[in-house]
């Protein structure tokens, strides 16, 4: 007698489990795709300032330390991950103030404006960094 009471207790305790383990699979999958979309865009903020760092280094290496550095400078870089453009804004004294901007494959820009050292031959310091 006691098996015809629980009969109607069941289904419902079932669709109860199911229901809170699809609502929880659905919350964790809403999770994940935001998850994807924030580190693919961390990943293209890092290619654009690698690729901004690598020309910092390919234009400056061939400047030794109290040469003189051309009074135009001006150019453009291809790498694998995208190009990064690069020109004189001024020079100062023993500085020389040079912007650099990198745009990946997927359009993301990156830009820099650097203080070298002509003296030292080596960039001083970092004057603005800026992501698109």
Same mark, same amino acid.
């Given at each position: 007698m006691s098996m015809n009471n629980?009969?109607?207790?069941?289904?419902p305790m079932v669709m109860i489990v199911a229901s809170v383990f699809i609502m929880f699979t659905i919350l964790m999958i809403d999770q994940f795709i935001i998850d994807?979309?924030?580190?693919?865009?961390?990943?293209?903020s890092l290619v654009a300032d690698h690729l901004v760092h690598?020309?910092?280094?390919?234009?400056t290496e061939e400047w030794g330390e109290?040469? &003189?550095?051309?009074? !135009? #400078? %001006?150019?453009?870089?291809?790498?694998?991950n995208g190009v990064v453009r690069y020109s004189l804004m001024k020079q100062e004294g023993?500085?020389?103030?040079?912007?650099?901007?990198?745009?990946?494959?997927?359009?993301? &820009?990156?830009?820099? !404006? #650097? %203080?070298?050292?002509?003296?030292a031959?080596?960039?001083k310091e970092w004057l603005e960094k800026q992501a698109v």
């Open positions: 629980q009969k109607g207790v069941v289904f994807k979309k924030f580190y693919k865009e961390v990943e293209e690598l020309a910092i280094k390919d234009v109290g040469e &003189e550095i051309p009074k !135009i #400078i %001006q150019g453009e870089i291809s790498y694998p023993p500085y020389v103030y040079i912007e650099f901007s990198s745009t990946t494959k997927n359009d993301r &820009e990156g830009r820099v !404006i #650097i %203080q070298y050292d002509k003296e031959g080596k960039v």
